[in-house]
């Protein structure tokens, strides 16, 4: 039987890839979106996979949301931890609002989407947890205290995790990716974007694709013997700098 995936923030960007690699694949996919109705209806029908509007950021709207993935897919057998957001500012002139959100999105959404399959993934004895961090977790960056933090706080929550569930057949893995050709790299302002291509060693952003196929490495058996580790995609910007 086809292994279910279900990744967030599934039908744009890096997580587009990665739905469309899982598809590729053989598993069953179900991406998950939190906005954009066109991009979302575009993806499902280019991949052939099912959609689902639900904000990761919200621990209720998990709930239902995987409950009916499930429902409709069987049991969460992959979990990719992919949605995330930018509020990009210097610390000094930050708003609450800008560290609340980023805070909520991309650290507490790794609760609330983790928490209900966790338990099925360690009955069934099998599952795949991939958060997907980035190199700014790993190193820090101007104008991003707040991602920096909640990047830094998905590593830490994947290495407890990790220990927890290794037993059980479940392993948790986190992915750093550098920077990747996505609209949200395309968001930073072309001088600051340029040095910083400067920076990384194989002189080129990233492609989702070479994210996506870190995913399904990570997901398949072969990685049985990977789990709380920090895989990092990012062309060497992250030693190098
Ligand atoms: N170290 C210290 N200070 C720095 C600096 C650096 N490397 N670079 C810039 N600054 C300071 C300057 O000294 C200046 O300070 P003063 O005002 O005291 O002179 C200030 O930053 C720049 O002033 P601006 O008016 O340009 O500030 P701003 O608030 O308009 O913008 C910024 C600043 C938000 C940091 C902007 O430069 C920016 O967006 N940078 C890009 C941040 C970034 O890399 N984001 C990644 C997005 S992609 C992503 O997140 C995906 C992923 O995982 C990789």
């Known amino acids: 039987m086809a292994r279910v995936a279900?990744?967030?923030?599934g039908t744009r960007?890096?997580?587009k890839a990665i739905s469309a690699r899982l598809k590729a694949?053989?598993?069953k996919v179900a991406a998950n979106y939190g906005g954009n109705a066109e991009a979302a209806e575009a993806t499902a029908k280019e991949l052939g996979i099912s959609v689902y509007k639900w904000d990761v950021g919200n621990a209720a709207e998990c709930a239902e949301?995987?409950?009916k993935v499930q429902s409709e897919l069987?049991?969460?057998?992959?979990?990719?931890?992919?949605?995330?957001?930018?509020r990009d500012g210097l610390f000094h002139k930050m708003s609450a609002e800008k560290w609340d959100d980023v805070i909520r999105v991309d650290l507490s959404s790794m609760f609330y989407m983790t928490r209900p399959v966790i338990e099925g993934m360690r009955e069934r004895g099998f599952g795949r947890i991939i958060n997907i961090s980035s190199?700014?977790?790993q190193k820090g960056q101007v104008g991003q205290v707040n991602y920096s933090a909640a990047k830094a706080g998905i590593i830490g929550f994947t290495k407890a995790l990790a220990q927890e569930s290794a037993s059980k057949g479940v392993t948790v893995n986190v992915v750093a990716p550098g920077y990747?050709?996505?609209?949200?790299?395309?968001?930073?302002?072309?001088?600051?974007?340029?040095?910083?291509?400067?920076?990384i060693p194989v002189g080129r952003l990233?492609?989702?694709?070479?994210?996506a196929a870190m995913v399904a490495f990570l997901a398949s058996d072969q990685a049985g013997f990977i789990t709380g580790a920090t895989m990092t995609v990012n062309g060497a910007q992250y030693i190098a700098g």
């Open 74 to 86: 069987g049991p969460v057998d992959v979990l990719v931890n992919n949605a995330g957001i930018t």
């Open 206 to 211: 990233g492609k989702a694709e070479e994210i």
């Open 135 to 137: 190199i700014n977790g």
């Open 180 to 199: 990747v050709d996505t609209d949200m790299v395309a968001a930073v302002p072309e001088d600051v974007l340029k040095k910083i291509i400067s920076t």
């Open 65 to 67: 949301g995987i409950a």
């Open 25 to 27: 694949d053989g598993y």
């Open 13 to 15: 960007g890096i997580g």
């Open 6 to 9: 279900l990744v967030t923030g």
